[in-house]
């Protein structure tokens, strides 16, 4: 039976991996790409696509011969942002937020150390910048990723800066783990979190942990904008509005069956 049950796992995750590679790709995809990237022989990565078309998590487009991820998964993901994502909860403190500072505002979830970029709202100028609800991106060079990763629990925090990549994206980047530790520290102590153009060059962010009753870290807020617009100091003015919209939100989340 355990042997079965391993298995089963073993197929699952084979199939969440499939769906993940298509996912990444941010376009429909031809089944000789996937083949291309893949670890599984053509028949097993044939039969796991068949199976996930056949229940609706992929779409196939039979004129072009793509797939891509299905209404299924579409319905899935609509139900995960409802239920266990903070965003439902947080829409209207971000919108009024947005409104006020007139400057994009990110709301964002921490996934195994990295970030989860779960709703965004817009001023009336928008930037184009990588993030967008749904995307992941990393932790240590984004200012929603430290200002989660600061507020952990000890062994919660070294398991995430574990789990960095430390890729150097601008010359701000922080690429060691002492670096990123000390930073932490700083960010715990003041209680806001700066992005000084270290994952993108050009933005520029200030973000606060979004915290429970409790102390646990269950998201971060972040004012975002570009050099061109702004500067750190300029975005300092905010703090109070940004600190005092991040609690607000746990205050609302508190009421909620927040998941752990």
């Given at each position: 039976m355990a042997a079965a049950e391993r298995g089963a796992d073993g197929t699952v995750g084979k199939a969440l991996n499939i769906l993940d590679?298509?996912?990444?790709?941010?376009?429909?995809?031809?089944?000789?790409?996937?083949?291309?990237?893949?670890?599984?022989?053509?028949?097993t990565l044939y039969r796991l696509v068949q199976s996930l078309t056949?229940?609706?998590?992929?779409?196939?487009?039979?004129?072009?011969?793509?797939?891509?991820?299905?209404l299924r998964l579409v319905r899935l993901a609509h139900a995960a942002w409802r239920q266990s994502s903070l965003a439902p909860v947080a829409r209207p403190f971000i919108d009024a937020l947005a409104s006020e500072v007139?400057?994009?505002?990110?709301?964002?979830?921490l996934d195994r150390g990295q970030v989860l970029y779960v709703d965004k709202r817009m001023a009336t100028n928008p930037l184009e910048m990588f993030s967008q609800a749904g995307k992941i991106g990393p932790g240590f060079c984004t200012g929603?990723?430290?200002?989660?990763?600061?507020?952990?629990?000890?062994?919660?925090?070294?398991?995430?800066?574990r789990r960095?990549?430390?890729?150097?994206?601008?010359p701000n980047t922080l690429i060691t783990?002492?670096?990123?530790?000390?930073?932490?520290?700083?960010?715990r102590r003041e209680g806001i979190a700066f992005?000084?153009?270290?994952?993108?060059?050009?933005?520029?962010?200030?973000?606060?942990?979004?915290?429970?009753?409790s102390g646990r870290v269950i998201g971060a807020l972040s004012i975002t904008t570009s050099t061109q617009r702004q500067s750190l100091d300029?975005?300092?003015?905010?703090?109070?509005?940004?600190?005092k919209t991040a609690s607000e939100i746990a205050t609302a989340a508190e009421t909620w069956q927040f998941p752990s």
């Open positions: 590679q298509i996912a990444e790709f941010e376009r429909p995809v031809r089944f000789g790409e996937l083949l291309a990237n893949s670890e599984h022989p053509k028949a056949n229940q609706g998590m992929l779409s196939y487009d039979e004129e072009r011969q793509t797939y891509a991820p299905g007139q400057e994009t505002i990110h709301l964002a979830q929603v990723g430290k200002a989660m990763m600061a507020f952990l629990e000890d062994e919660a925090r070294e398991d995430a800066i960095q990549a430390f890729l150097q994206h601008t783990a002492d670096a990123l530790r000390a930073e932490l520290q700083t960010i992005d000084r153009e270290e994952h993108e060059p050009g933005i520029i962010c200030i973000a606060s942990p979004i915290l429970s009753e300029g975005l300092l003015p905010h703090r109070p509005l940004l600190l």
